[in-house]
């Protein structure tokens, strides 16, 4: 029996499989996409501010001693953690944007290994609200010594938003190799953030 | 000095030589033999500890990863031969799985869908259908693919040749799973039978259930959806297989272990050849009882 030799059933069969498989992938690539771009809502009514973030992340809610109100973890990132917080900050009468940056840099520059910053500029979220963009990279070390692990280079990106008398302080942070591929989850973030 | 009779001796009997090989006897002869080897190394580790280099572990990965083929080679090519009726081609189906393997099935998994970023992070039912669509599908639709356009419908002369393709085509596509799951983790010994005997054994048992089906394809009159249905059928169960494997893998935890029992994900798939195997079995028999009853086998 030659190809052309096939029966109406055998064609319709094996067409109808190539069709399935077709299907198949398609229905994959749409399920990894809704999987990865999935997301979970966060709000917090004493600052006023609402988001949603990947649902797969580990979500810590700061309390009164901790310096950000919400915390996304990625669990399965390796080395380092991607990570995605916010903060609110109380601002003076007459300060601007660059004091919040110089207040941010100075904490840090304290805090943080190798601590650099790379850019300030200004930006333009989605909902057309007008921010400011800091990039910083510094050196990671593990806590546990007894790991004895290499220090990873992180690089991140504050968004800072000048709201009634508050800075909002949207921060990424990524491990060097991994931020750029990352970044859309940053992204998707910044777009569902609610400042009421 | 007395003459002795002359003795009629009975006329030896020639070896028996069969029409067709049987598939499923000298399948199940390899299984028990990989099995076999799987164990020895599984005792050599446990008892032996080897420390090996990783050029040495990558040397025994990469032998045991071939160990299916050479077995199939020995005993089902070598059978097949010497059978009345041997079946033509298996050899460039085998070859032609591992191509489509290495060429668009393994990049396709680990590439355009990236699973392992994904997928071991998600909810069990999420997991199965992603491991299903990802994984299942494209593995199972390779090999239709590569039987429908080397060997079907020409070399399918009876019921039990879909079962000896599909296992030729299975254990190609489980060869180039094993060497790239071999050279991409340098894992020990031990895990690399446990992970070869797995993949090699799944992939064989499931892609019966396509072979099966392209024979009825040629042989019956099936409804025209049994053979799409088939290929989703034997994709959800590489799907709940790798779900499941993962999950076996890291069991319970109690306050006397971790509880990792890699060795239940052999399990797993000695459990899906023992169904399988019996299923599609009962099935061509019960087939081919049926068409010897009908009036066209009679006339």
Redesign the interface.
Known sequence: ??EQG?TL??R???W??F???FA??V???L??SN??NATFPFSDTKTGLAVRYPA?WLLERGTERDDFVMRAQD??AIPFKTTISLSSLLLGQDANVYDVTELLSVRRAAALSSYRTLDISAITLPDGLQATQMTYSYASAEVNPSLKSIPVMVRAADVIILNKGQAIVATYLADAQSYDQNQHYFGEFLRRLEIR | MTARPALLSPQEEGRQVRTYRPVWRTASIEIVLLLIVVGVVLMVSRFVHPTLTETQKTAVGISFALLPLLLWYGISYRQEAQARRPRGRLLIVLVLSMLAANAVGVP?VER???VD??????GGL?RI??Y???YG??SE?LK?AVL?FSVW??YFKTRADGIAYSMAAGLGYAAVLSINYVVNEAPEPSAVALRVAGITLSQVAIGTIVGFQLAE??IG??P?????LS??LA?LLQGLYVAFRAGLIVGGISATATGNVPAASLGIAMFMVVLLFSTISFLINNAERRARRSPEFSS
């Open positions: 029996m030659t096939l059933r055998q319709w069969a094996t109808l499989t069709a399935l498989a198949a992938l229905g994959g690539v399920l990894r999987t990865e797969n669990p399965a | 396709l355009v869908f990236a970023q994904w997928l071991p992070t998600t999420t259908i992603g299903m669509l990802a599908v494209t639709f239709f429908r419908p020409i394809l040629t009159k099936p025209v959806l049994w053979m799409p290929v989703a994709a």
